[in-house]
């Protein structure tokens, strides 16, 4: 038996289609005898059921196999035949009713068959549709469809440009050396190779605005590219504020502190105190206090120690007392001799008022000041005080008192202090013995003296009589800051220790171009001669020679 409906062979005793489930015509009809009602009708609800289940099933499928759906978020594209919902499905067959079809996605039919009156022509089932669309190939869009995009065809160039790109970046960055460099600059250029960089602001003193300070990786470092590895720069924010050292914890003196502040734009005043850890004119601290960072021209107070606390010593009582009387008491009470008045003292005077009262308690080593009055006349063989003062040699000492032009006396002074290595000290009170006059009387070179000649080492051998001497010389010379005509007075007189007998080694007229002069003279053994120089009268030098 066939079937009307599909075309399928069917069993001569089927009474409906293994296929489409349409009654079979021929087939003895089913009918349900009911009491109440009338005829039979034959039941036409299960092939729209069916048809409806069908393309459900057909739409489902399609979705998920048919690439509705690009995965890479392009517009959908459509494998197939696609039908908009509404389109009118060309008809089956042709029946006695006629029949109106839907259609399916991804070639897959579904046809729900218009019903006529009686036994018409339905669309063909899901199964039918089904194989007719996947016989279409390849899948066309027609005019007035829906506008799917269909993916694009590869191209063999791009594809070959991908792989060079990837080729490329694969290979290592190589870090340069960026410090000295403008961030800018740097930036854009890491930015082009693909390295990532990060930027910190610190201040810096000597490198402009900008200006990258250190980097995090050396010179010849690699680096991936477009990867996690960064690296990080420190950019100049430029000089920052000045920030105010501990300058008790660097050790500064108040001086340099003073420098440095007013350098950057700073007022300084000085507050002095006494501190018993920090050293004398070093700074204790400052206000404002260190770490601050002031505004240009904010005064700043330097706190400045004085040292520490002194034990306090009990003034003594020094009225009627001579210099070097006052001088004792004043050194036994932990004190110092300041300033003296008048400036001339001599050994004899007495102290007529001090700067301190008797039996004050001040600081230790605290100066006192002395004035003095003379208790005898001065006269020439006064001697008299004075106080050492920085700058001053013993050579200016003898010409502030003996003259100019006897400097060459400062002997006398080493002498009668008892100085013996040339120094003394500041402070140190020396006593300025009378300017000496000639000891001997000068003789005129004109008229030779009847008991000598002009000397020389016989009549000097005969002064001293038969005792062991040593022969010495010295040599004489004309001094620089004296002017002396074509002729000088020349007088050198010698006192040896064995006989104390004072004679003449040189008594005459010497033409200056004879200058300089050699003479010869003997000195006992384990004695001395005292030698005494002058020129036109006046005492240029006066020497002690020993035996050596």
Known sequence: MICSFCGRDQDDDAV???SCGEQLQGAPVITYERADRGARKPNRALPVVMSVLVLGVGFLLGALFGGMFDKKGEEPYLSGTVLPAGATAPAATSGEGGGNGGAGSGGIGAGTGGVGAGSGATAPSGAQANAAASSTNPPVLREGDIDYVLPPEEDDEDDADEAEEESETDEPFIAGDYTGRMYGEVFEELRDEGIIIYEIKV?????EEGAIVRQSVEEGHELKRNAAELIIFEVSAGRGPFVIPDYRELGTEGEAAEAELKENGFEVIFADGRNSVVQSGYVVRTEPGAGAQPPAGTEIIIYRSTGSEREKSVVPFLTGSTFF????LIEEAKLRIGYIAPNLVSTTAVVSEQSTDANMLIDEWTELDLSFIETEPLNEKSEYVYIVKSGDSLM???QRYYGNENAALYPLILERNEITNDRFMI???????PKPEPSFDVISSDEPDP?????????HQDAIGNVETNLTSISLVLPQ????GDTVKVLVGATPSDTGRLFRLVDRIVDKDEFPLYLEFHVPREGTVEIRVFYNDELIEARTFYDE
Do not use: N
């Open 427 to 433: 402070g140190q009170a020396l006593i300025i013995p």
């Open 451 to 459: 008991d000598h000649d002009d000397g020389g080492p016989e009549d």
């Open 16 to 18: 409906f289609c293994s």
């Open 325 to 328: 009387e006052a001088q004792a």
């Open 481 to 484: 800051d004296r002017t002396y």
């Open 396 to 398: 200016k000492i003898a």
């Open 203 to 207: 201040t810096d003193e000597e490198l």
